[in-house]
């Protein structure tokens, strides 16, 4: 049984409290679906927060099982949430995502033990015959099905519906609640938070919520004669006539003689085991690649990106870099020789001005596709994720399987890039070395915008932040123009493209263009090593932070 003592919740918005739940004392049985109803904001999601422990009460306890759940927290597989919209990606089949769910949720399934639990569920919710069909296609109600479906992979003993009946036509709302009800008598505790007043007969008892405050529960025949309506479609109204603290009061009076059912229906089942991090992460690591490999305007995007910026840079060395002439030395013509001279320097300068600028130039682009490789990873898909991390993913696992997919990418991008500017514009230098550092300056931005990705509200707000980083790269870097001494100082260490153009140029330490380079800029170039280091901890904390920022929930 459930049980919730005194149960208050405080919202401290702008400043000013506001009590989302007052005192909430009830009780919810084992084998029994459970209805909560009460006007919009009266509280009713709140309390399945707190229930879940996805909001802490401010006051009062949750009991499971006659244990407290601030001491013991109810393990991933024996609670079920399910929110008012399905939680599930477009691209992928219903059978598609029901077996990831599993291997998600539920150790030691594998081959044909996997593919028959899948169909046993698919086949409990009624969706059996679509298990092939895209998500993105389901009607609301299946996808409420589908919802429900991926909850009960691990056979939750209770199981949290927001809403679930939400928008749904009259025979869809039905269908879902009869499938509750269903799912109810199999042992389980199944709280259904509604807004709708049909179907209340098919539920064991009726939870009614007014402005934070408990006001009646007991069994659905007399919630008629308590509030003394002949339709529970009257109930809201009703409410209204009076204030909240009345309608408490008058429950306090009556709760010890209301009509709840007693009797609970447990059926133990032995606890399913958790997937280890390697199985979490290879399930996590497939469905990126499905997923990936189903979006055609991402492919078709990174496509793009991998061979046309690399074209966008040898359109300005199409027939490879100039040669400088030496200086003859051998004329005895004091202006002649000087002419020679400011020639050579001015020839110097423009080569070297444009080797520097074509090393910038393929800097500033894999910094770019660096933005667009990471930054809608983790906040494009922030609720599936939470979603995910309540029922046991480990957010290692999940961070894991995003560094290895963007690894992929930037290792295609960095590795092409240098190739075929190199091939183009005949690069003198260590070509593996100029692919390292390309990558390493790939991969720093990558997993920073990565990290604004798991800190953001929003994918756009990651799209816009990780492109303005983006845009400070070249004024920052002081390649085009060398910033005030402090300035540098303060800003070089965090600025991905100077280290990568740095480390760029001294692979070409041993030709002339490092000469000209030298002696044209101010900015000081620092050895490849170090910039190598500096890089590697940009992409580490990139990683660090972005970890952190998944374990912090979200929950909208």
């Given at each position: ?47 399945l927060k707190a229930i879940a422990g996805i909001r802490q009460p ?86 409420r099905r589908l919802a429900l479906a991926l909850e009960l992979v ?241 957010p290692s696992s999940y961070i894991a399987s995003k560094v290895a ?152």
């Open positions: 049984m459930l049980e919730l003592r005194e149960v208050s919740v405080v919202s401290a918005r702008s400043g000013e409290k506001s009590r989302l739940l007052d005192a909430i004392s009830a009780h919810f049985a084992a084998g029994q679906l459970h209805a909560v109803v009460g006007p919009s904001g009266c509280g009713k999601s709140t309390l401010n006051e009062g306890s949750v009991h499971w099982a006659g244990r407290d759940l601030d001491v013991h927290d109810l393990a991933p597989n024996e609670i079920g949430y399910v929110p008012q919209f399905g939680i599930a990606f477009d691209s992928l089949t219903v059978g598609e995502s029901v077996e990831t769910a599993l291997r998600l949720r539920v150790g030691g399934l594998k081959g044909e033990a996997l593919a028959e639990r899948a169909a046993h569920f698919l086949a409990e919710v009624g969706l059996a015959e679509i298990s092939e069909r895209r998500v993105g296609l389901l009607s609301g109600g299946q996808k691990s056979a939750p003993r209770l199981l949290l519906c927001d809403e679930v009946t939400s928008g749904l036509d009259p025979k869809a709302e039905s269908e879902v609640v009869q499938l509750l009800h269903k799912i109810s008598r199999d042992g389980r505790a199944v709280i259904s938070v509604t807004h709708s007043l049909r179907h209340l007969d098919l539920h064991d008892t009726v939870t009614v919520l007014y402005e934070g405050i408990l006001v009646y529960q007991g069994a659905p025949r007399s919630l008629g004669d308590y509030f003394e309506i002949a339709d529970p479609g009257h109930l809201f109204p009703i409410l209204t006539t009076r204030p909240a603290e009345y309608w408490q009061e008058l429950w306090q009076k009556h709760r010890s003689t209301a009509d709840v059912s007693p009797n609970e229906q447990r059926t133990e089942t032995a606890p399913f085991s958790s997937p280890d991090f390697l199985t979490q992460f290879s399930t996590l690591l497939r469905r990126r690649w499905l997923l990936f490999r189903r979006n055609r305007g991402q492919v078709a995007l990174q496509l793009a990106l991998l061979f046309g910026f690399p074209c966008l840079v040898v359109i300005f060395a199409w027939s490879g870099l100039p040669e400088i002439q030496n200086l003859s030395g051998i004329s005895s013509n004091a202006l002649q020789q000087m002419l020679e001279t400011a020639a050579f320097a001015l020839s110097s300068y423009r080569v070297g001005s444009l080797v520097s600028g074509l090393i910038m130039f393929q800097v500033i682009l894999l910094t770019l596709m660096g933005s667009n490789n990471a930054a809608r990873e983790i906040a494009g898909e922030r609720a599936i994720f939470e979603k995910e991390k309540f029922a046991g993913l480990r997919f963007l690894s992929f990418l930037i290792a295609a991008q960095s590795l092409w890039m240098a190739f075929f500017v190199s091939l183009i514009c005949r690069f003198p230098g260590d070509l593996l070395a100029q692919i390292f550092i390309l990558g390493l300056t790939n991969a720093a931005m990558t997993f920073i915008c990565l990290a604004i990705s798991s800190l953001s509200r929003s994918a756009e707000n990651a799209s816009l932040l990780s492109v303005y980083l983006v845009g400070l790269q070249l004024p920052l870097s002081g390649a085009v123009l060398a910033l005030p001494h402090l300035i540098g100082q303060a800003t070089r260490p965090f600025i991905a493209a100077y280290w990568g153009w740095s480390g760029y140029w001294e692979t070409m330490r041993d030709t002339r263009f490092y000469d000209f380079i030298q002696s044209m800029s101010a900015t000081e170039l620092v050895a490849f090593a170090l910039c190598a280091w500096v890089l590697l901890m940009h992409a580490l904390g990139g990683i660090f932070i972005a970890y952190l920022g998944v374990q912090n929930s979200r929950w909208e």
